[in-house]
């Protein structure tokens, strides 16, 4: 059974950084991909930033730039950090993995841009 887990979301002024975690049961090695997702108040759920087994990693257009999403293969976890916060960054992000075709998620974790 696949486990992700999130933590490191919060309320934070626009122009702060955060920095989120997922920690995984298994190894991160093992996923072809993990993703971080977010969903705001009355949006669809989009993808925010995606990380490859090979370590390539793509962004959403409204993130390029700000957001970096990275791996650690030793602890088996996955990062977001997010600097040059908006208000319109204000969601809920989800750590996702695929794994042989199978989708797994986490429970998410709060970001509130706001000051």
């Known amino acids: 059974q696949v486990q992700l887990v999130e933590s490191g979301g919060g309320l934070v002024q626009p122009g702060g950084s955060l920095r989120l975690s997922c920690a995984a049961s298994g190894s991160v090695f093992s996923f072809d991909v993990m993703d971080w997702h977010r969903q705001a108040p009355g949006k669809q759920r989009e993808l925010v930033a995606r990380?490859?087994?090979?370590?390539?990693?793509n962004y959403a257009d409204s993130v390029k730039g700000r957001f970096t999403i990275s791996r650690d293969n030793v602890k088996d976890m996955v990062y977001l950090q997010l600097n040059s916060l908006k208000p319109e960054d204000t969601a809920v992000y989800y750590c996702?993995?695929?794994?042989?075709?199978?989708?797994?998620w986490g429970q998410g974790t709060q970001v509130t841009v706001s000051s």
């Open positions: 990380i490859t087994s090979g370590g390539r990693t």
């Open positions: 996702a993995a695929l794994r042989a075709g199978a989708p797994y």
